[in-house]
């Protein structure tokens, strides 16, 4: 991580808004943020005094560069509990391929019934 996140233990304090949530090992924070356990608006610092958003992290933000999508994303409370409330959310797969292939598969069938 970049000087503003490394300290001593490797350790950083995040914040969301005015709560501070805990203390979390740098290296920690790809996968917090890959289960959705860290916003792109919480901010993480070494000392305290510094404070960082996620998003604007030299070696975070490319977790976020993705579009953003209308209203809130589902983000896990559980963030520095040790066990696991349930299992995480799963990405949904993107159904535009198979309405593409059914496009296709019409437009053909116009095509050949047409072509009599």
Do not use: C
């Amino acid at each position: 991580m970049s000087s503003v996140s490394k300290n001593r233990d490797g350790a950083v304090v995040v914040k969301r808004g005015n709560a501070i949530l805990g203390r979390l090992n740098s290296s920690e924070l790809p996968d917090k943020i890959k289960q959705r356990k860290l916003q792109r608006s919480d901010r993480i610092s070494s000392d305290g005094r510094t404070w960082v958003r996620l998003d604007q992290h030299p070696q975070l933000k490319w977790h976020f560069s993705g579009p953003k999508k209308a209203g809130s994303r589902r983000v896990d409370s559980g963030l520095f509990e040790s066990g696991r409330r349930g299992r995480p959310a799963q990405k949904k797969g993107s159904s535009g391929g198979m309405v593409f292939i059914l496009l296709i598969l019409i437009a053909a069938l116009i095509y050949f019934m047409n072509a009599k």
